[in-house]
C-alpha cells in the first residue's frame, strides 16, 4: 500500500496530527542535545516543542505544505526553527552535526532504514541521542493509525539490526493510547527506541 499524499494530507486547515508534541518524546526530550534533527516531521508539532524548551531545531520532510505550517506554527509560538524540504530516499545530513536526531512516526521501507539510518549515527554527536517511537508491525489491522504495509511498520529486531553504533538505552514494543489528531487516535502498539553514541 503506498503512503499517503502528504501534501494532500497537510493542505487542511486543521493539524493531521494535531500541534501537541508527541508524548514519548516529551517525556524524554531532556535527554537531547543541541542541535536537533527531526525528521519527517510534517507540520512541526514536535519541533516547535522542542524549540520552545530551548533547543535549536531543524526539521526535515518532503512536504513543503506540511513544513510551510510548521514554520507559522513555530511564528504564533514565537519561536525558531530551520525547515528542509527533502526526500528521505536521498536525504545525507552533514556528518558530526547534531547532538539529538528525533524520528516520530516515521515510517520508512527496509530499503530507505538501510540506507539513511547509518546516516543518522554518522551525523549525530559524540553522546548525541537518538529518540524514536514508530508503530509496531503488530499495529496492522487496529485502525487506530498508522501504514498497513508489514515493510514500513518496526519490530525490536528491525531497530537492532538498522541502527547499528548506538548504546540502546531503551527498546520495547509497548501498548499505549495514541491521541494524536484524527490519524493517530486510540489503543496502539508502538516501537519505542533511545539510543546514544558513545563519547
Same mark, same amino acid.
Given at each position: 500500500?503506498? #503512503? ?21 518524546? $516529551?517525556?524524554?526530550?531532556?535527554? %537531547?542535545?543541541?542541535?536537533? /534533527? ?6 512541526? *508539532? ?10 535549536? &531545531?531543524?526539521? &526535515?520532510?518532503?512536504?513543503? &505544505?506540511?513544513?510551510? $505550517?510548521?514554520?507559522? +506554527?513555530?511564528?504564533? *509560538? ?9 526526500? %528521505? ?8 552535526? @547534531? ?8 515510517? /520508512? ?6 540506507? +539513511?539510518?547509518? +546516516?543518522?549515527?554518522?551525523?549525530? $554527536? ?5 529518540? #524514536? ?5 503488530? !499495529? ?13 511498520? #518496526? ?5 537492532? *539490526?538498522? /541502527?547499528?553504533?548506538? =548504546?540502546?538505552? #531503551?527498546? !520495547? =514494543?509497548? =501498548?499505549? =493510547? ?11 502498539? &508502538?516501537?519505542? @527506541?533511545?539510543? $546514544?553514541?558513545?563519547?
Amino acid at each position: 500500500m503506498s #503512503l499517503p499524499d502528504w501534501n494532500a494530507r497537510y493542505s487542511a486547515s486543521e493539524f493531521a496530527y494535531g500541534t501537541e508534541p508527541n508524548s514519548f518524546l $516529551k517525556q524524554h526530550a531532556d535527554l %537531547l542535545l543541541d542541535p536537533v /534533527l527531526s525528521i519527517a516531521e510534517g507540520e512541526g *508539532r514536535n519541533a516547535v516543542y522542542l524549540a520552545s524548551q530551548g533547543w535549536q &531545531v531543524h526539521a &526535515v520532510d518532503n512536504s513543503s &505544505v506540511g513544513l510551510a $505550517k510548521a514554520a507559522k +506554527l513555530a511564528a504564533d *509560538r514565537n519561536v525558531v526553527i530551520t525547515t528542509e524540504v527533502a526526500d %528521505l530516499q536521498t536525504f545525507a545530513p552533514e556528518p558530526n552535526a @547534531y547532538g539529538g536526531v528525533v524520528s516520530i512516526y516515521a515510517h /520508512l521501507s527496509s530499503s530507505i532504514r538501510a540506507r +539513511l539510518y547509518p +546516516l543518522l549515527v554518522q551525523t549525530m $554527536k559524540p553522546g548525541g541521542i537518538l529518540i #524514536l517511537e514508530a508503530y509496531a508491525e503488530n !499495529q496492522r489491522g487496529r485502525g487506530t493509525g498508522g501504514p498497513s504495509d508489514p515493510d514500513l511498520l #518496526l519490530t525490536c529486531g528491525k531497530v537492532e *539490526r538498522d /541502527l547499528i553504533g548506538l =548504546e540502546t538505552m #531503551l527498546l !520495547q =514494543e509497548t =501498548e499505549r =493510547e495514541v491521541l494524536e489528531g484524527k490519524f493517530h487516535t486510540g489503543m496502539a502498539s &508502538v516501537i519505542q @527506541y533511545i539510543g $546514544k553514541k558513545s563519547s
